[in-house]
């Protein structure tokens, strides 16, 4: 929790350099002291060796993890975004969204892996270091590959034209709040319910069922197959547009939250890999896909990196990050049965089809039509 709760402070620091510095420059810092904190989480000692200084030290760490994840979600979507050309915005930018799966998949994979090569009693000691030491090397080539690449040159055109913006945060809560707004709504069911599929899930069949053997597994199928999937919604995206897709997704997510839960409490649980890889890869990817180019048309260059990344930030925030809490809560006050926590998804879907139907859709507009102020007509000639 303490990583989610800092993350729109990193949002907001990345956006307003990011938006007057440049996106490069932002991602390689955010890059930097992520890999800083993961290292040192490995190094840390133990509550044995200096008691409550063991418990700040790593809350103070997963602060900062948390303030770099901030970061590093809007800039990396926006090099990619900013990159494409009009008709690919949504492909490109969706590979940032394939490293949330592909994260998820790597991390749950290092962990069995070094988990099953050491016996129970050295992982415990040392062993569970071992993940976060070897990180350094795909820090030490993030930080290589980030070096290596140009500004957007719709940015660079900004710099040129003398168009940035002193505070960019406040400009964009000031000018463009409907449109951060409409990217917190958008964000709410899909975190939502990725948490109650990859997380929650888990502790709840521990306590219905007693049986969490497929649980692991089935998280590991479901990230494979969004990897795939999540590109292919993005390039639909690219040819129908950003909205259809995602009211299909947020529409089925909030149908699906019902029966996914009657089948954690009576299916065979052999199928739930593939339960989940359905969940993931034909509703969650439908929406998250296209994320990255759909949020960034929403805001113009100028405030484009504050408004992504505020927006993204604090929907995953009161979304993602509180729902394995809530749904906790729900539980209990439904006295062990689940429906409140079904309504809950459901709720949330409602609010993110509201956003998703006042969301501008650039792909089915013919790329926005003109407007009748100069402002307006900058924010078109960028999205273009």
């Known amino acids: 929790m303490a990583s989610a709760s800092s993350r729109p402070l990193g949002g907001i620091i990345a956006g307003h350099f990011g938006d007057r510095i440049g996106r490069k420059r932002v991602l390689v810092y955010s890059l930097m002291a992520m890999g800083v904190a993961t290292l040192l989480t490995g190094l840390l000692p133990t509550?044995?060796?200096?008691?409550?200084?063991?418990?700040?030290?790593?809350?103070?760490?997963?602060l900062l993890q948390g303030i770099a994840t901030g970061a590093e979600w809007g800039g990396a979507s926006l090099l990619a975004v900013e990159h494409a050309g009009a008709r690919h915005r949504g492909l490109l930018g969706s590979f940032t969204q394939v490293g949330s799966a592909a994260g998820m998949l790597l991390a749950s994979a290092t962990f069995l892996t070094v988990r099953s090569v050491l016996d129970p009693s050295v992982f415990d000691a040392w062993g569970w270091r071992m993940p976060f030491l070897l990180s350094i090397v795909l820090v030490g080539i993030g930080v290589f590959v980030r070096l290596k690449l140009e500004e957007p040159t719709v940015f660079l055109d900004v710099q040129a034209q003398e168009r940035i913006v002193a505070h960019p945060v406040a400009e964009v809560l000031r000018h463009h709040a409907r449109a951060v707004f409409v990217t917190i709504g958008l964000r709410l069911v899909q975190p939502a319910m990725y948490a109650i599929l990859t997380t929650y899930s888990i502790s709840y069949l521990h306590l219905r069922r007693g049986d969490t053997r497929f649980a692991l597994g089935a998280v590991l199928v479901g990230s494979a197959v969004a990897i795939v999937a999540t590109p292919c919604w993005a390039w639909l995206s690219d040819r129908i547009g950003r909205r259809g897709p995602a009211l299909f997704a947020i529409i089925g997510m909030g149908i699906l939250v019902w029966p996914f839960f009657a089948f954690l409490d009576g299916g065979n649980l052999a199928y739930l890999p593939l339960v989940v890889?359905?969940?993931?890869?034909?509703?969650?990817?439908?929406?998250?896909?296209?994320?990255?180019?759909?949020?960034?048309?929403?805001?113009?260059?100028e405030v484009r990196y504050s408004g992504v990344s505020l927006g993204y930030q604090v929907g995953t925030l009161i979304s993602g990050g509180l729902t394995p809490f809530i749904a906790t809560y729900l539980y209990a006050v439904g006295g062990g049965a689940p429906w409140l926590i079904c309504g809950f998804i459901s709720f949330y879907a409602v609010l993110s089809l509201a956003a998703a139907l006042a969301a501008q859709d650039p792909v089915r507009t013919d790329r926005l039509p003109r407007a009748a102020s100069p402002a307006r007509e900058r924010e078109i000639g960028d999205l273009a």
């Open 47 to 62: 509550y044995a060796s200096i008691g409550l200084w063991a418990t700040a030290l790593l809350v103070g760490l997963r």
């Open 277 to 301: 890889a359905v969940a993931l890869g034909v509703f969650d990817a439908a929406i998250y896909a296209p994320g990255a180019a759909w949020f960034a048309e929403q805001f113009p260059v």
